[in-house]
């Protein structure tokens, strides 16, 4: 590949924090293209302390009209009890319509066995509650979530007049090894972009790098957020060299990726000074 032609993230050092088994067509499209990725898991997923909400909605799924899901992994989580429970998740008869929060949850669903009715263009649960509001009002929602999700959304949901039950399908935790030691050993090194799947993992990056790393690391790397929601807790953080990604989607990624850093490479070749 010529050197005009080559992609932005050639020689560069990206880390991601998402699990190996979530981001395998990721890192392969970001090694294919010259990059060098370093997996870091900031978060993981565990089964709920307590299924009887999620069975009870589970049980009672055909008396509801509809389905949020706000994540891939809520789809999938959702999915598993259903199995294990001896339900199908896209059974026959009267299913509640399914509205999700962008393509790749929708990618999620569908191969769940779900038929998707929505797919917000606002990739954000506040966003899938505006889009969907006229179709809301009156109606029952179910909608399966982390337990450390963010409140908002079924507040707005009720605020728009819908019927909320809201139930834990998976617990969010931080993996063994997503210690402090590993972590800033990693971010001491050349870093030039990290990727942050959601508000959990940029909560447990807080959490666990040293002040002195991250201020260096906010001079010399960007930090990608996928989806507006991710986006803000790194804007609420005071991280202020953001890429956002419109969804989860490996394009969406490559693209505010290798945008940002077309954009600083083309301005540092033209000798402007960054911040």
């Not at 009870?56 to 598993?80: G, P, Y």
């Not at 609420?236 to 945008?259: F, P, S, Y």
């Amino acid at each position: 590949m010529g050197e005009s032609s080559a992609s932005p993230v050639v020689e560069k050092t990206i880390v991601v924090t998402r699990a190996e088994s979530q981001c395998g067509k990721l890192r392969e499209e970001l090694e294919a293209r010259g990059a060098k990725v370093k997996l870091l898991p900031l978060i993981a997923f565990a089964p709920p302390d307590d299924f009887g909400a999620l069975d009870a909605a589970l049980h009672q799924l055909a008396t509801f009209d509809w389905i949020l899901f706000t994540s891939a992994n809520a789809v999938q989580q959702l999915a598993k009890r259903c199995r294990d429970l001896g339900l199908a998740a896209g059974s026959a008869g009267r299913m509640p319509r399914v509205a999700v929060v962008g393509p790749a949850t929708a990618e999620a669903a569908v191969e769940a066995g779900f038929s998707v009715d929505f797919v917000a263009t606002n990739h954000s649960g506040g966003g899938l509650a505006e889009e969907l509001r006229d179709e809301l009002r009156g109606k029952k929602v179910f909608l399966p979530r982390s337990d450390r999700a963010n409140p908002d959304l079924p507040a707005a949901l009720k605020r728009l007049g819908a019927q909320v039950t809201e139930a834990v399908a998976y617990k969010t935790v931080t993996p063994g090894n997503a210690d402090r030691e590993r972590l800033n050993s990693c971010c001491k090194e050349e870093v030039d972009a990290i990727l942050f799947f959601s508000p959990s993992a940029v909560q447990a990056f807080l959490e666990l790098v040293d002040r002195k790393v991250l201020e260096k690391l906010q001079g010399r790397a960007v930090m990608v957020a996928i989806g507006p929601t991710t986006a803000g807790a790194l804007s609420a953080a005071g991280i202020q060299r953001i890429a956002w990604a419109a969804d989860t989607t490996e394009t969406a990624v490559l693209q505010a990726l290798e945008g940002h850093l077309a954009r600083t490479r083309k301005r540092t070749t033209a000798g402007v000074k960054l911040k």
